[in-house]
């Protein structure tokens, strides 16, 4: 399995859309950077046909050690999840018919 890369993204904005290579790259950094911000001010970014990013509040609990089978408190904190769009659900699953009508 292979990783798409910053690099790799700018070079796709660079091709497609016309842009200067630092111009493409600068343009992604904004883009991440917007969402870096609203995600860490709580705020939900949802990308149509892509999905949702979340962030969500965990509580304390208690968790064990696997290896000894102590019990050590696992503190408050935050997770961000990600939920896919039914678009993007589709298209992983290859199902073509679903596209067109989640896209309509």
């Avoid at 798409?4 to 600068?26: C, D, F, P």
């Avoid at 904190?77 to 589709?90: T, Y």
């Amino acid at each position: 399995m292979q990783t798409l890369t910053r690099a790799q993204l700018a070079e796709a904005i660079y091709h497609q859309v016309g842009l200067s290579r630092n111009e493409s790259a600068s343009l992604l950094e904004l883009v991440l950077e917007k969402m870096s911000a609203a995600l860490e001010s709580g705020e939900s970014v949802k990308i149509s046909a892509f999905g949702t990013f979340v962030v969500r509040q965990k509580g304390l609990r208690v968790g064990r050690n696997p290896k000894t089978g102590v019990e050590v408190p696992i503190l408050p904190r935050k997770v961000l999840s990600f939920r896919p769009s039914q678009v993007m659900k589709a298209r992983i699953n290859g199902d073509e018919s679903r596209i067109e009508d989640a896209e309509a």
